[in-house]
């Protein structure tokens, strides 16, 4: 049970340039969702998911797109990588039923942009 | 709009001492989940305990528990016997849970806690 997979664990993109984050999870969770992580500032949330084909704002949107289009699988796409993104970025996931439970985060992907 | 206040950037607490981590919380739901969790140096994030706003009595979970205090705001989280393995950053985080389509949630800024032999 490999929980919530990140790829890749490190990048350095150009300032410009384009890539797509990758998260899928084998938990068969409904939500997911993409945060960003900074020194001093905790998580914000940037996007999220309730299902396969909804998507949503979070409190940090601009710059990133987002698509679901299978449950397991959650892509984060950089449009054109600013400085301002280098940051660590994670992906989390969580069910649902009659217990809550805590979302299961990814292991982080560390962005630098130059 | 949510927002969690985490007011101790830093800790450092003995060995073996009882560790409190404080978290006060704004949220206009009427429902909602408080979380907390631990990132150690690693990185990874490690869900460590959650609190419902209906719940009745406070949640445990080993060595874990959270001081929910509703009429303050408040959600701190209490690790006794610290172990040198507990020195990480600790994040509380929340969610409403009344619905409306949105989901994730909102972290504070976090506490460095040090644990020192």
């Known amino acids: 049970n490999a929980g919530v997979t990140q790829t890749p664990k490190f990048q350095v993109l150009k300032t410009g340039q384009s890539m797509t984050l990758q998260c899928a999870q084998d938990m068969n969770h409904e939500y997911m969702s993409w945060y960003r992580q900074d020194p001093g500032m905790g998580l914000r949330l940037i996007h999220y998911?309730?299902?396969?084909?909804?998507?949503d704002q979070g409190e940090v949107p601009n710059g990133y797109n987002v698509s679901r289009s299978t449950t397991e699988d959650f892509p984060l796409r950089l449009l054109s990588a600013a400085p301002s993104q280098t940051s660590v970025y994670f992906c989390?996931?969580?069910?649902?039923?009659?217990?809550?439970?805590?979302?299961?985060f990814g292991s982080g992907t560390r962005l630098t942009v130059v | 709009a949510q927002k969690i206040t985490q007011t101790q950037p830093g800790m450092f607490v003995q060995e073996k001492e009882a560790v409190t981590l404080d978290c006060t919380y704004d949220t206009s739901d009427p429902s909602y989940g408080l979380f907390w969790y631990k990132q150690p140096s690693s990185g990874e994030m490690i869900f460590l305990i959650y609190q419902g706003s209906y719940d009745q009595q406070n949640a445990t979970e080993g060595r874990y528990s959270l001081n929910f205090q509703k009429a303050r705001k408040s959600a701190n989280l209490v690790i006794s016997a610290s172990q040198l393995g507990d020195s990480a950053m600790y994040f509380c985080a929340m969610r409403g849970l009344s619905g409306g389509g949105a989901d994730g949630l909102t972290f504070g800024k976090g506490t460095h806690l040090i644990i020192q032999p």
């Open positions: 998911s309730v299902g396969a084909g909804i998507t």
């Open positions: 989390a996931s969580r069910g649902t039923g009659g217990q809550i439970i805590g979302y299961t």
